[in-house]
Nanobody
Framework: EVQLVESGGGLVQPGGSLRLSCVTS????????MKWVRQAPGKGLEWVST???????TYDDSVKGRFTISRDNAKNTLDLQMNSLKVEDTAVYYC??????RGQGTQVTVSS
């Protein structure tokens, strides 16, 4: 059974930082590119970042220079370091495998 479990969200002030993690199981994590996506209130899913199996990374322009995606193939985990957070980063964040499967998400709220 494929499982993806996101964690690390919370309430943070603008300019603050959070580190999200996604623990995966049930598929060969190291073989696949992985993504972080997010869904803001009342909006659809928005791509945030991708990391390839070879550790190549890409980012949406809205988070470039502030977010860093990484992976640990030994632990089957995907991380997202988020710095200089903005109010518009408020969303539920999900990790996504190539089959489109995701977990329950973790809420990130950026507010003063």
């Amino acid at each position: 059974e494929v499982q993806l479990v996101e964690s690390g969200g919370g309430l943070v002030q603008p300019g603050g930082s959070l580190r999200l993690s996604c623990v995966t199981s049930g598929f060969t994590f190291s073989h696949y590119a992985m993504k972080w996506v997010r869904q803001a209130p009342g909006k659809g899913l928005e791509w945030v970042s991708t990391i390839t199996r070879g550790d190549g990374t890409t980012y949406d322009d809205s988070v470039k220079g502030r977010f860093t995606i990484s992976r640990d193939n030994a632990k089957n985990t995907l991380d997202l370091q988020m710095n200089s957070l903005k109010v518009e980063d408020t969303a539920v964040y999900y990790c996504l495998n190539p089959q489109g499967q995701r977990g329950q998400g973790t809420q990130v709220t950026v507010s003063s």
